[in-house]
């Protein structure tokens, strides 16, 4: 709290001392999520907990949840070759105790993994999407001075329900058995989001993501001709990777080999055991070293994202 006032102050946008949070956390990040709309939660939107609850661990201290704790629309997920752990055990309880309280909360066993996150991203975004656009107000209303009160509590007339530990939902109206012991889910999207998940691991996308742009091209003389660019962030699947084309033809795909340990879709960034970027971050630029002094070449940018699906080409460049 200290932290936000000070970033507040200091980047001069008074707001983001006082804008609600949505709460992403793997491992100890969802034990401190799970803290956090313990402690407060009046200002939690929504909360993702990857492998992580501080409930029934006796390191740490059991207070009581707060009534308001469970409006808080909460998915719990972990992998289950954890199933062992308390990671697991501790987070499935927490879903369970939400849901018995009448709280709209899931839990999302990812049959692919044990602690690592996987590709559990693809299930964060739509959930946390759906939670955001339930609670906050539309677009071009209060965003700039949005406050925790500002906040709308859950619709659940939408709401899917499904046995906990199994790979079938259904509309709320349907379900046969006790809602109160039962995965909630905010949506149809998010449900069948969900359905595909628990049973593979990932969640599949055939949308293109929006062609790279700024494709630029100096000659570095004998050394060839360097290409940079920009591209948008695809956040259904991420960025796997890019196709040069010079003169309307393939020259290389980057990155130009998978990383030797995989814990989810390769990413052009690189994906670790975290869900977090590995480093040194790789730059949009790709240097033609076939390219000799004065031919005339044209170049262009292809995205591919995580789940294999290629963009338009972007505009083509030349040395000016």
């Excluded at 006032?5 to 008074?14: D, F, N, V, Y």
């Excluded at 677009?139 to 500002?150: C, I, V």
């Amino acid at each position: 709290l200290k932290a936000l006032g000070e970033l507040s102050a200091q980047a001069k946008h008074p707001e983001l001392a006082t804008v609600p949070w949505a709460l992403w956390g793997h491992s100890g990040g969802g034990i401190w999520s799970d803290v956090m709309t313990a402690l407060y939660p009046d200002r939690v939107a929504a909360a993702f907990l990857r492998s992580g609850s501080f409930r029934n661990r006796p390191d740490f201290p059991q207070p009581e949840t707060p009534a308001a704790a469970y409006a808080v629309p909460v998915m719990g997920n972990a992998g289950v070759k954890e199933q062992e752990r308390s990671a697991w055990i501790t987070t499935l309880a927490r879903a369970r105790e939400y849901r018995s309280k009448g709280g709209p909360a899931g839990f999302a066993p990812d049959p692919r993994t044990g602690h690592e996150c996987g590709d559990s991203r693809y299930l964060a975004i739509p959930f946390l999407d759906a939670c955001l656009a339930m609670r906050l107000p539309a677009k071009g209303g209060k965003s700039q001075n949005l406050k925790p009160a500002d906040m709308s509590p859950v619709d659940m007339s939408k709401a899917w329900l499904a046995p906990f530990l199994s790979q079938t939902a259904v509309p709320a109206s349907s379900y046969k058995g006790n809602p109160l012991e039962a995965v909630w889910l905010p949506n149809e999207q998010v449900a069948r989001i969900w359905m595909e998940y628990v049973k593979s691991g990932t969640v599949a996308d055939v949308t293109p993501p929006l062609p790279p742009f700024n494709v630029r091209v100096t000659s570095k003389g004998s050394g060839g001709n360097e290409v940079t660019w920009d591209a948008e962030a695809d956040f259904e699947s991420g960025i796997g990777g890019f196709f040069i084309m010079r003169d309307n033809r393939t020259l290389a795909r980057l990155p130009t080999m998978n990383p030797p340990v995989l814990y989810g879709r390769p990413l052009f960034q690189g994906l670790s055991y975290h869900d977090t970027p590995e480093g040194p971050l790789p730059e949009m630029r790709y240097l033609d070293v076939s390219a000799k002094p004065g031919e005339k070449h044209t170049y262009s940018i292809l995205i591919v994202n995580s789940a294999g699906v290629p963009s338009e080409p972007s505009a083509q460049a030349a040395i000016p």
